[in-house]
């Protein structure tokens, strides 16, 4: 759907716990790990929010809202920030990405956005597998997923069954994203280290 207005949901309520510190503050040159993240969205989509409970710590950040978990649960999960981002968007269809994926392909995400439609969910598959945290979701999700979080089921693909899903298979993903970087996120120091080397590159 060309001229489709999408919102932009960015999840940071993640506790670094494998690093120690909050990875999204990391440096890639002269932006840091989020920056790098969120500038390709402020390119591409007509809202960009961020979900998490420390806005404080992102007020570097230009162009964007913040808001906090909807619901507030024992521990932070990418269901509860789906779900908070889908309740809040202006628009029904929003893009979905992890905070840590520094090396998102603008390219590729016009290219999706423009197969947007009447699905619940647009997703890639690399590797074999779903890509949940570079994907779309409509607000048509929402009463499954607040479904899914009142009975303490957090795993987001688990939630799919029902929906209507459309693919992106990865020999199209290649098209505009040869190396699969979008999907590079950064959890280890050995991750980071990788992606700096990239950026030499």
């Known amino acids: 759907m060309r001229g489709l207005k999408v919102t932009a949901i960015v999840l940071a309520g993640g506790g670094s716990s494998r690093m120690g510190f909050n990875k999204a503050l990391m440096k890639l040159g002269e932006e840091t790990v989020i920056e790098r993240t969120v500038k390709p969205l402020l390119e591409v989509f007509e809202e960009v929010m961020i979900i998490t409970d420390t806005p404080e710590v992102y007020?570097?950040?230009?162009?964007?809202?913040?808001?906090?978990?909807?619901?507030?649960?024992?521990?932070?999960?990418?269901?509860?920030?789906?779900?908070?981002?889908?309740?809040?968007?202006?628009?029904?269809?929003?893009?979905?990405?992890?905070?840590?994926?520094?090396?998102?392909?603008?390219?590729?995400?016009?290219?999706?956005?423009?197969?947007?439609?009447?699905?619940?969910?647009?997703?890639?598959?690399?590797?074999?597998?779903?890509?949940?945290?570079?994907?779309?979701?409509?607000?048509?999700?929402?009463?499954?997923?607040?479904?899914?979080?009142?009975?303490?089921?957090?795993?987001?693909?688990?939630?799919?069954?029902?929906?209507?899903?459309?693919?992106?298979?990865?020999?199209?993903?290649?098209?505009?994203?040869?190396e699969l970087q979008s999907f590079i996120n950064i959890n280890t120091i050995e991750e980071y280290q990788r992606v700096c080397e990239m950026l030499r590159h």
């Open 59 to 178: 007020s570097f950040l230009k162009g964007v809202a913040f808001y906090s978990d909807a619901k507030e649960l024992k521990e932070r999960n990418s269901m509860i920030g789906i779900y908070t981002g889908l309740l809040r968007a202006k628009y029904p269809k929003a893009f979905v990405v992890a905070c840590d994926m520094p090396l998102i392909s603008k390219k590729l995400l016009i290219y999706m956005k423009q197969q947007l439609h009447d699905e619940d969910i647009l997703i890639p598959v690399v590797n074999g597998f779903y890509e949940p945290l570079h994907a779309f979701y409509s607000k048509s999700c929402l009463p499954v997923f607040e479904d899914c979080i009142n009975r303490e089921k957090f795993k987001v693909t688990a939630a799919f069954q029902g929906f209507k899903i459309k693919t992106v298979d990865e020999e199209f993903i290649r098209v505009y994203d040869k």
